[in-house]
Antibody, heavy 116, light 106 residues
Framework: EVQLVESGGGLIQPGGSLRLSCAAS????????MTWVRQAPGKGLEWVSV???????YYADSVKGRFTISRDNSKNTLYLQMRSLRAEDTAVYYC??????????WGQGTLVTVSS | YVLTQPPSESVAPGQTARITCGGNNIGRSKSVHWYQQKPGQAPVLVVYDDSDRPSGIPERFSGSNSGNTATLTISRVEAGDEADYYC?????????FGGGTKLTVL
């Protein structure tokens, strides 16, 4: 059974850093496109970043240069390193895995709150 | 590339809901995927590759994609279908979501 479990969210001050984790089971993270999607309170889904099976990475303009997506194949875990956090980064962050372009499996989300 | 969805739609139980996702020549250039999201829950894939359904999704959910509009159709709407619906495509290496449509079941 495929399962994705996010962790690492919390309250962080503006300008701070945080690393989110997404532990996968039922498949290997390096076999699929893996993505991070966020949702600010009361807002829609916003794509953040994606890593391909071969390791290519892409970022939304709003996070480029501040966020880094990576994975640890030995731990079968996806990461999102977030730096220089801003109030507008406050959101629930979801990880999801792609099957032929669509995201069939999602984690439960982890809340990141950027506030002083 | 921009995906445009109406903010809201409303439908009576038993009727048919149609939720649109507009994009430039979307029917010829993009494969569209649709997600349902209920409050406090993660999104759920309900239609992929324009018109295919994942296992476990009722046949009442269907999709089409032509011209400048992709459409998610929900037949025989039930109260449990009330949710936010998002379309999604790939644009190069980036993922795009529409703004979402809140479906209200009257």
């Amino acid at each position: 059974e495929v399962q994705l479990v996010e962790s690492g969210g919390g309250l962080i001050q503006p300008g701070g850093s945080l690393r989110l984790s997404c532990a996968a089971s039922g498949f290997t993270v390096n076999s699929k496109y893996m993505t991070w999607v966020r949702q600010a309170p009361g807002k829609g889904l916003e794509w953040v970043s994606v890593i391909s099976g071969s390791g290519d990475t892409y970022y939304a303009d709003s996070v480029k240069g501040r966020f880094t997506i990576s994975r640890d194949n030995s731990k079968n875990t996806l990461y999102l390193q977030m730096r220089s956090l801003r109030a507008e980064d406050t959101a629930v962050y979801y990880c999801a895995s792609s099957t032929s372009g669509s995201f069939a499996y999602w984690g439960q989300g982890t809340l990141v709150t950027v506030s002083s | 590339y921009v995906l445009t969805q109406p903010p809201s739609e409303s439908v009576a139980p038993g009727q048919t809901a149609r939720i649109t996702c507009g994009g430039n020549n979307i029917g010829r250039s993009k494969s569209v995927h649709w997600y349902q999201q209920k409050p406090g829950q993660a999104p759920v894939l309900v239609v992929y590759d324009d018109s295919d359904r994942p296992s476990g999704i009722p046949e009442r959910f269907s999709g089409s994609n032509s011209g400048n509009t992709a459409t998610l159709t929900i037949s025989r709407v039930e109260a449990g279908d009330e949710a936010d619906y998002y379309c999604q495509v790939w644009d190069g290496g980036s993922v795009l979501f529409g703004g979402g449509t809140k479906l209200t079941v009257l």
